[in-house]
């Protein structure tokens, strides 16, 4: 707790790697962060530099390669897809509008 708030989210050491013909592209590379209730974060980064798939893999829309990722208490790096719909209900990502 900081401040008497309760963690929401906390990422540790979080990755994201892909596949591509010339070796592994470090997308998201050891991300660790807590955010406690009644914050808000903004992840801002120029055109490519991974602030999507830092928000689909923290919803685990696709796979993290390492790391960690709890919500609300519960490790949901390895939930059972059952279980992760209930809880992506309590989630939400918001992508930037560009125009």
Request: one cysteine or more; a positive charge; hydrophobic letters at 35%.
């Given at each position: 707790?900081?401040?008497?708030?309760?963690?929401?989210?906390?990422v540790?050491?979080?990755?994201?790697?892909?596949?591509?013909?010339?070796?592994p592209?470090?997308?998201?590379d050891?991300?660790s962060f807590k955010?406690?209730?009644g914050?808000?974060?903004g992840?801002?980064?120029?055109?490519?530099?991974g602030?999507?798939?830092?928000g689909?893999?923290?919803?685990?829309l696709?796979?993290?390669?390492a790391?960690?990722i709890?919500?609300?208490g519960?490790?949901?790096?390895?939930?059972?897809?059952?279980?992760?719909r209930e809880?992506?209900?309590q989630m939400q990502?918001?992508f930037?509008?560009?125009?």
């Open positions: 707790m900081s401040n008497g708030k309760n963690v929401l989210l906390e540790q050491n979080l990755k994201k790697y892909f596949d591509t013909p010339r070796g592209l470090h997308a998201v050891d991300i955010l406690f209730e914050e808000t974060l992840v801002v980064g120029e055109s490519g530099c602030k999507s798939t830092l689909r893999t923290i919803l685990r696709i796979p993290s390669t790391g960690k709890i919500f609300n519960t490790d949901i790096t390895h939930i059972r897809r059952k279980d992760l809880l992506r209900k990502i918001i930037q509008d560009p125009f």
